[in-house]
């Protein structure tokens, strides 16, 4: 394992650097099930099930805001934000692609990864290592 995130139900996701994928464990530690397979993010169409080469951090993102959509207040969807050696991808909570944050370091080490806020409100930082400096990203 390499990174780890949890969500406000108690998940927990693991990532499973050796074999390109996320594992996901309910709040006791029992396996819950697990996504992702050898690739590139890039290749994948949105929807997909990911495809990850050697991811390194995770982090869950939520918004405990409700919208109105009909008349009926619903939850925004979580979202998961995954490092690996092509990027920085977002995927929903069962692992279907969404799309690939467009930012490279040099040797594609993303040493850490933080968000906060949800949508246009949302920030995303890297550590990077190799130019010894934080980058920020906001959202749109």
């Known amino acids: 394992p390499e990174g780890v995130a949890t969500d406000s139900n108690g998940n927990i996701y693991v990532t499973d650097w050796g074999n390109h994928r996320i594992v996901v464990f309910d709040r006791n530690g029992n396996y819950r099930y697990s996504f992702g397979e050898y690739g590139k993010a ?58 690939s944050i467009d930012y490279k370091l040099a040797n594609g080490d993303y040493y850490a990864v933080a968000v906060t806020g949800y949508g246009a409100n949302s920030k995303l930082y890297i550590a990077d290592r190799e130019n010894l400096k934080v980058r920020v990203f906001r959202g749109k």
Do not use: M, Q
């Open 42 to 99: 890039t290749d994948c169409e949105a929807g997909e099930l990911v495809k990850l080469t050697f991811p390194t951090r995770i982090k869950v993102v939520e918004d405990t805001g409700e919208e109105t959509i009909y008349g009926r207040k619903v939850k925004k969807p979580a979202l998961i934000f995954i490092s690996d050696r092509y990027g920085i991808h977002v995927v929903d909570l069962y692992g279907r692609y969404l799309e």
